[in-house]
Structures are given as C-alpha cells and as structure tokens.
C-alpha cells in the first residue's frame, strides 16, 4: 500500500513567516506565497517558471499549466489565493483557494470535505449520545428495564435521609410467628405456668384441682337463690287467685 504524501490534505495545517508581516501588500503577497517553506505552494507552476524567467505575471495568460493569482484583497488582513489549471488564455479551472489571515496561511476546505467533517461531528455526537444513553440503562429479571441517572444520585446525596423506624419484624411475620406459636401450643399444651411474675412455676394440673371448687360454690350459690325467689313466688300467689279468695269471704 503506497504512502499518503502529505500534499494530498493540507486542510489541517498553516504555515506563517513573522518577517514578511509588517511588509505585507498586495504586489507583495504573491511572494510571500511562493516561499520556499510554505507546504501550499508547488514549484512546478508556472509562477515559478516566470519567476525564474524575471516576467511579469501578465505572461501567465499565455502560458499552460498550474498557476496562482490573487483572487481577493483586503488589506492588510485579508488576502485570498486561487490555484488553478489553465488550459488556455480564457479557459481555465479552479483547483483549491487559499486564505491568508494576518499572515497565516490556510487552505479553504471544498465542499465535499465540509460535507464530510459536518456528517462525520454528527454521527460521532449521535453516535456518543446513544452510548451514554446505554450506559444509564439497567435491567433485572425481576423488574425489567429503568433508568439510573447519576444526577439522582446526586440529588440523593444532597438530600437529608429521613430516618426510618426499625420495626423488629414485619406484619407478616409477626401475624405468621402468632399462628405458629397458637397451632404449637394447641399440639403440645405447657406443663407448668407462672400464675404471676416473678413466683415460681406451678404444674397445669394443680392449678386445675385448685380451680375447680370455685365454679361448684358459685353454682350452688345460684341454685339457693333460684329456690328462694320460687318460695316467695308461690307463697304469694298469682294476683287473680288473691282476688277471688277476697271476694268469697
């Protein structure tokens, strides 16, 4: 593969001598391009052969081959060069154009390149939005896709955390433990049981034996009283017999 010589693009360099500055015309500017340092100018043209030859650059009309004249002036900032083939005294085409600004030399890119820089900023700037984008998304099996943006992070940061409450468990688990501990208990009911705090632990069956008389006591209690309020009832009578026993004496 043959080597890229440099000439073939020189719209990313400027070449500039400080000396030829301060003296920097119109008559003169066609010099100052013709230096030998200056990577913008081919010393095969026919500016160079007139050059050489002591001519006026009048004879270039008559002459066959590349040249370049001073295509606009504005002096002393301003000055711009064309190259061009010419074919003859009225024919010729344009080849490149070249812009010298406070004695800086650039070369004015042609439309095919400004197209090509323009679409190749826009795919780049395209092309590293949508890797950032990319890298904001996250997914999980369970949730799917979102987005993580690291201005929330930010925020996050400068926001005061609310303290939560700790809960020791969670409804669920506490509404879980109870039916456990209750299905527990009902399979395998305690052998002993503190009656009060701090006393020490009495068996089941003693509490049931000790528990027992009360509701008998209680229940012959109320047999008592059913009686006697049954004897004063039929010691007194229905209202209507009362009634008929004073109207026969």
Same mark, same amino acid.
């Given at each position: 593969?043959?080597?890229?010589?440099?000439?073939?693009?020189?719209?990313?360099?400027?070449?500039?001598? #400080?000396?030829?500055?301060?003296?920097?015309?119109?008559?003169?500017?066609?010099?100052?391009?013709?230096?030998? #340092?200056?990577?913008?100018?081919?010393?095969?043209?026919?500016?160079?052969?007139?050059?050489?030859?002591?001519? !006026?650059?009048? $004879?270039?009309?008559?002459?066959? &081959?590349?040249?370049?004249? +001073?295509?606009? *002036?504005?002096?002393?900032?301003?000055?711009?060069?064309?190259?061009?083939?010419?074919?003859?005294? *009225?024919?010729?085409?344009?080849?490149?154009?070249?812009?010298?600004?406070?004695?800086?030399?650039?070369?004015?890119?042609?439309?095919?390149?400004?197209?090509?820089?323009?679409?190749?900023?826009?795919? $780049? &700037?395209?092309?590293?939005?949508?890797?950032?984008?990319?890298?904001?998304?996250?997914?999980?099996?369970?949730?799917?896709?979102?987005?993580?943006?690291?201005? $929330?992070?930010?925020?996050?940061?400068?926001?005061?955390?609310?303290?939560? =409450?700790?809960?020791?468990?969670?409804?669920?688990?506490?509404?879980?433990?109870?039916? +456990?501990?209750?299905?527990?208990?009902?399979?395998?009911?305690?052998?002993?049981?503190?009656?009060?705090?701090?006393? =020490?632990?009495?068996?089941?069956?003693?509490?049931?034996?000790?528990?027992?008389?009360?509701?008998?006591?209680? =229940?012959?209690?109320?047999?008592?009283? !059913?009686?006697?309020?049954?004897?004063?009832?039929?010691?007194?009578?229905?209202?209507?017999?009362?009634?008929?026993?004073?109207?026969?004496?």
């Amino acid at each position: 593969m043959a080597g890229v010589d440099i000439r073939d693009n020189l719209l990313g360099i400027s070449w500039v001598d #400080s000396s030829w500055i301060p003296i920097l015309n119109s008559g003169s500017v066609l010099d100052y391009f013709s230096e030998r #340092s200056n990577p913008f100018y081919d010393r095969t043209c026919n500016n160079e052969v007139v050059k050489m030859q002591r001519l !006026t650059l009048e $004879h270039l009309n008559q002459m066959v &081959g590349i040249e370049y004249i +001073l295509l606009h *002036a504005q002096e002393p900032i301003l000055f711009i060069i064309r190259k061009q083939q010419r074919q003859s005294p *009225a024919q010729v085409i344009p080849l490149a154009d070249y812009y010298i600004i406070a004695g800086v030399i650039y070369q004015a890119p042609d439309l095919g390149s400004v197209i090509n820089s323009r679409v190749l900023t826009a795919v $780049h &700037g395209i092309q590293s939005a949508f890797d950032e984008a990319m890298s904001y998304c996250r997914y999980h099996p369970s949730k799917g896709y979102w987005w993580h943006f690291k201005d $929330h992070e930010e925020q996050d940061k400068v926001r005061p955390k609310a303290k939560r =409450k700790e809960e020791p468990s969670s409804i669920f688990q506490r509404q879980r433990v109870d039916a +456990l501990l209750l299905d527990l208990r009902q399979k395998f009911p305690p052998k002993f049981v503190q009656l009060k705090p701090g006393e =020490k632990p009495v068996p089941v069956d003693q509490t049931k034996k000790e528990a027992e008389p009360v509701p008998e006591t209680v =229940k012959s209690e109320e047999k008592e009283t !059913t009686k006697n309020v049954q004897q004063t009832v039929s010691a007194k009578g229905p209202p209507e017999k009362r009634m008929r026993l004073q109207k026969a004496v």
